[in-house]
């Protein structure tokens, strides 16, 4: 009789990875620069986010001078 019980989404996801109306998922956009990313980092551990991959630049803690230890 019938051989494939499954969902038809679950059968046209295993087929071609999307679902049956076939939309491919909408990337996330960073809320401070608007471009598309893949990571967001946020101010402490559930803070709001403060930039992503784009628009944070990473840096050597030891040559920023806003990090130098005051000397006393």
Do not use: F, Q, S
Not at 12 to 40: D, F, Q, S
């Amino acid at each position: 009789m019938y051989n494939n019980l499954e969902h038809p989404d679950i059968t046209a996801a295993l087929r071609t990875g999307y679902p049956a109306n076939h939309k491919e998922p909408r990337p996330p956009i960073c809320p401070v620069c608007g471009r598309e990313c893949e990571t967001v980092y946020r101010m402490g551990r559930y803070g709001e986010i403060v930039g992503c991959d784009n628009c944070i630049v990473e840096c050597d803690a030891w040559d920023a001078p806003e990090c130098a230890a005051e000397d006393e």
